[in-house]
């Protein structure tokens, strides 16, 4: 079974310009969660997706940033424009409805904004 | 790569030794808990899990142990190896199928040969 995917792996953009992220879940897994770890702190949440609804997006900081899920399979994450301070390392996860058991988690996409 | 463990409270140990990883998490109405280790590079990977119903659950050289009265979880790994060292979360999850993980702030584990 292929694991929760993410890419880029990494991505180097200089403020005020955009970049999309993207994860693709474990397939049938209908609950996507995206999630940001900056620099040294710990792992917040930012949105999670049932299908291609958004079911909680309480975690976005700001509507520079902005979640899709066309279809319910893969997800995109674009910010738009990028600041300083959202550098650090997208995680995204996948898990099945039903299943009251942690997520699988992608490898990040680590963002860096100069 | 990214340094995962930059600023986090860390506990150094030797190979061979025990480690104990502690974590007080926030919700009292958490009814799941989970250990998840990342290593530079990587996302989190599950480690081993824990009901609300329970006190303590072992896996292959790991034990976690909860005390809901004081809302403390802990991680104790047993002979640890090199290949232990990174960052270790604990996450707790409220019963609803709904809820998601809350992360705490993390433990760098840093093991010596």
């Known amino acids: 079974e292929a694991g929760v995917t993410q890419f880029p792996s990494h991505s180097v953009i200089e403020k005020g310009q955009t970049v999309t992220l993207r994860c693709d879940p474990i397939s049938g897994h209908d609950n996507l969660y995206w999630y940001r770890r900056v620099m040294g702190k710990e792992i917040k949440f930012l949105l999670h997706f049932v299908k291609e609804s958004k079911q909680d997006e309480s975690g976005m900081p700001n509507n520079r940033f902005l979640a899709e899920r066309t279809g319910g399979t893969y997800s995109t994450l674009k910010v738009q424009p990028a600041e300083l301070e959202d550098s650090g390392v997208y995680f995204c996860a996948s898990s099945q409805v039903t299943a009251l058991t942690g997520y699988t988690f992608g490898s990040g996409t680590r963002l860096t904004v100069v | 790569g990214e340094s995962v463990g930059l600023h986090l409270p860390t506990l150094s140990v030797q190979e061979g030794d025990n480690s104990i990883i502690n974590c007080a998490y926030s919700?009292?109405?958490?009814?799941?808990f989970i250990w998840y280790k990342q290593e530079s590079g990587k996302g989190p990977q599950f480690i081993i899990d824990i009901r609300s119903n329970m006190d303590k659950r072992q896996g292959q050289r790991v034990t976690v142990l909860l005390n809901k009265t004081v809302k403390h979880l802990s991680l104790q790994i047993a002979a640890t190896q090199p290949g232990d060292s990174a960052v270790y979360f604990c996450?707790?999850?409220?019963?609803?199928?709904?809820?998601?993980?809350?992360f705490g702030k993390g433990t760098m584990l840093l093991v010596s040969p």
């Open positions: 996450a707790e999850k409220g019963n609803s199928g709904y809820s998601t993980l809350t």
């Open positions: 919700n009292s109405a958490s009814d799941y």
